[in-house]
Structure formats: C-alpha cells, structure tokens
C-alpha cells in the first residue's frame, strides 16, 4: 500500500441511535470493495445493535448486493414475483405503492403492522436490506422492535411460562399485503416456529412472534394463546423496545431478521415511496 492508498482509506465509524438498538455506520464508500476488516467490523456491529443505517448513498443494485454478502448468501426472488420485462436474474423486490410491470414489485399502501419477513415459511431470511429511492414527505417511517430486548425484559415466571412453546405463523402477501388475516387457508404459507428463539451467533434469546403474522400458540386454548401473545405483542411494541427509523432519500437499512420485528407508520398512497430491497439466506435453522 502506497502514501496515497492510506491517505484516503475511509475507516468506518458507529454511531448508536437508541437504547433499542441501531446504529449509523459513517465513513463506508460502498461503491468500493469492502474488506475483510470492515467486513468483520460490519458484522460485529450488526451483532451489537441489529439494525445499521448508511446514509447519503448513491447505489446500484450490484453495490447492494455486494453489502448483502458481506452477511451471507443472496436470497432469490420467489418465481411469483417476477413481471412480464422483469430482470430475473435480479435479487432485488421494489417495494413500492403502486405496481410496476417492468421489475419485481412488491406493492405495499399505507401502515403495516409488526411482523418478521418470511417467518410464515420454514427458513425465514437471516438479514433485510432495504435501500430507499423515494420517501415521502411525512410518514412511510420503519419501526424496529428489538426482540431480544422485548424478551429479556419479561419476568421469570413469563419466561418460564413461554419456554418450549411453539407459535403457528400464517401470512398470504397475495391475499392481503398489510393486516393480520382474519380467515386462514389450509393451504397457504404457514409454519410453527419456536415462540423464543436462540440467535446463532450470540446465543441471546429473543421473542419470534409478531402481530401481524403469529395466528396462534400450538396446544393451548384459544383464550390463553391470546391472552399469551397479546402480551407479548405489546412488549413488542412498547416504544422502550423501538428504534423508530424515518427515511431519507439514499439511506441503505439491513436488520437481523432473527432478532428484530419491523413495522411501517401511516404514509399518504397517493406520495411516491420506493425501496430497492434484497435479502440474505440463513444458513442455520430457527431454534
Ligand atoms: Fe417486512
């Protein structure tokens, strides 16, 4: 390395947002190869405080996925998704108010309750990204409960109470984007996962249920699985629990899946918001 080379080598820098986690890396240039230190640096982070934030990108979608790597394998797109025109090659779903039929699009108005990507499938993404190309003026915010927070501050005797038990999540993005559903289809895409989970990595504990998606608690009756999970859902969301992350244009936000529940707030449809998103694969099951 040459006088020059160190001269201008950015050193990345972490800012914490809250007490619920986040944090604002600074000092990245992700239109240039990142290596293995920043990457190690990168992980240890995300560990730490589950949702990192860069602002003030201009990004490509190869540049994204290169980020995406530095935390595992690029997930696919589901063959559903993709448009008449769409690239599909692309690992990138736009998510967007209004459908596009020249990419993937995934066309979401308005609030969203908390929820976990994918938990109603078996293997739900082990990291998010989203990159935002279009906010609106008011609103469109994403909020990040910080389950292992959410759990580690329940009693001894709610801890006791949900170890070992397992939650039925249920979720039709082609029947109904953005609520809880009110009917189940026998056949649409559900599966029982874990209603606390261990991370892989850090060995923490966290909640794995969510408002919008867990239906109920295997084996108990349905006033007690509610009574059970209607607590839980307000521990997860108590605003203690809750980094609240409002977009600016060029902001790049990768969340860990495993540990972190997400929610949108209130934004007017008729405003543009478009974000490029890409997930990452876990490679390890839920347990
Ligand atoms: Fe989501």
Not at 234 to 243: A, F, H, K, L, R
Not at 247 to 258: C, H, M, S, Y
Request: charged share 25%; proline share 5%.
């Amino acid at each position: 390395m040459n006088n020059f080379d160190t001269a201008t080598q950015l050193v990345p820098r972490v800012h914490p947002l809250s007490n619920a986690g986040g944090a604002i890396i600074s000092d990245i240039d992700l239109r240039s190869p990142i290596s293995e230190e920043v990457g190690e640096m990168l992980r240890s982070a995300w560990r730490t405080y589950l949702v990192l934030v860069i602002r003030d990108l201009n990004i490509e979608e190869q540049h994204q996925e290169s980020f995406c790597k530095i935390f595992g394998n690029l997930a696919g797109l589901r063959s559903k998704v993709y448009r008449t025109g769409g690239d599909t090659k692309s690992h990138a779903l736009w998510v967007a108010n209004a459908e596009d039929l020249s990419r993937p699009t995934a066309v979401q108005q308005g609030e969203m309750m908390f929820h976990i990507d994918q938990c109603y499938t078996e293997r739900p993404s082990k990291a998010s990204t989203l990159y935002a190309v279009t906010i609106p003026d008011e609103g469109g915010n994403t909020r990040f409960s910080n389950l292992i927070k959410a759990y580690e501050g329940l009693s001894d005797d709610w801890k006791m109470r949900i170890e070992g038990l397992q939650a039925l999540n249920y979720f039709d993005y082609q029947a109904n984007a953005t609520t809880r559903p009110e009917t189940i289809d026998p056949n649409g895409p559900q599966f029982l996962h874990p209603v606390v989970r261990t991370h892989p990595e850090t060995g923490r504990k966290s909640l794995f249920v969510n408002r919008q998606m867990t239906i109920f608690i295997e084996g108990l009756g349905a006033n007690e699985s509610d009574e059970i999970l209607n607590y839980l859902f307000e521990m997860i969301e108590d605003p203690t629990n809750v980094y609240e992350h409002v977009w600016k244009v060029g902001d790049l936000v990768l969340w860990d899946n495993r540990c972190t529940a997400h929610a949108r707030t209130y934004y007017d449809p008729k405003e543009s918001r478009l974000l490029r998103r890409m997930t990452v694969l876990d490679e390890n099951p839920v347990t």
